[in-house]
């Protein structure tokens, strides 16, 4: 069965070190992962996605992500974290056998200490 | 702004009763996605429609159902509500079904239900 697998709950950071998220997914086939950013009260943004090709990806604000198939991984990582990083991250990967559903990590929830 | 609109955005409501959560999807958009995300349970997908249809079905009570219009707008009735049916309701969005290539999902703001 398809998962996902934030181990992670919950990551400080001081304002200006570097951030690694950690993604880790079940999924029998070629896998669509994908990042969000979830800020207090808001809804879902996407950061990034996987779909195939190069496995290092590049998404909004200054994030990135590489794809490890051997790990089955999916981290998100960032050089220089913002005080505006603050928010909660999901992971997620896309199951297009049955239609698109999205199978989501339980997320990790960001403090930037300034 | 993701262009996936959703009202209301609370809602208060009792046990046993009933509510309707209604969403419109990006212009263009076909599918429909709802998501229930409570604190115990995490972000779980609900249902998928696509042009009108049920694609896909999740992890979605017996009391709740769902459907979409020929405006492609949806609606997520919940009913016999209980206090566990507390949580944020998300509506998300695709250009299609998914089919193998996955598609990128567009989340709304989600609508918040409290019942009491």
């Known amino acids: 069965a398809q998962s996902v697998t934030q181990p992670d709950i919950h990551i400080t950071v001081s304002e200006g070190a570097s951030l690694e998220l950690r993604c880790n997914y079940s999924?029998?086939?070629?896998?669509?992962l994908f990042w969000y950013v979830q800020s207090p009260g808001q809804g879902l943004q996407l950061l990034l996605k996987?779909?195939?090709?190069?496995?290092l990806v590049q998404g909004i604000k200054g994030f990135e992500a590489e794809f490890k198939r051997s790990q089955s991984s999916f981290n998100l990582r960032k050089p220089s974290v913002h005080w505006s990083d603050a928010a909660e991250y999901f992971c997620?990967?896309?199951?297009?056998?049955?239609?698109?559903?999205?199978?989501f990590g339980t997320g990790t929830s960001l403090t930037v200490i300034p | 702004d993701s262009g996936v609109t959703q009202t209301p955005k609370h809602l208060i409501t009792a046990t046993g009763q009933r509510v309707t959560l209604r969403c419109s999807p990006r212009?263009?958009?076909?599918?429909v996605y709802w998501y229930q995300q409570s604190l115990d349970q995490g972000l779980q997908f609900l249902i998928q429609?696509?042009?009108?249809?049920?694609?896909a079905k999740g992890n979605i009570l017996e009391r709740f159902s769902a459907q979409q219009f020929p405006d492609l707008h949806s609606e997520l009735n919940l009913s016999s509500l209980e206090l566990g049916d507390s949580a944020l309701y998300f509506c998300?969005?695709?250009?299609?079904?998914?089919?193998?290539?996955?598609?990128?999902?567009?989340f709304g703001p989600g609508t918040r239900l409290l019942v009491l």
């Open positions: 429609y696509y042009n009108g249809e049920e694609r």
């Open positions: 998300a969005s695709s250009v299609s079904v998914g089919g193998a290539r996955g598609e990128t999902q567009y």
């Open positions: 212009s263009g958009d076909l599918s």
């Open positions: 999924y029998g086939a070629t896998p669509y």
């Open positions: 997620a990967v896309g199951d297009s056998n049955t239609g698109n559903q999205f199978y």
């Open positions: 996987y779909f195939s090709g190069d496995t």
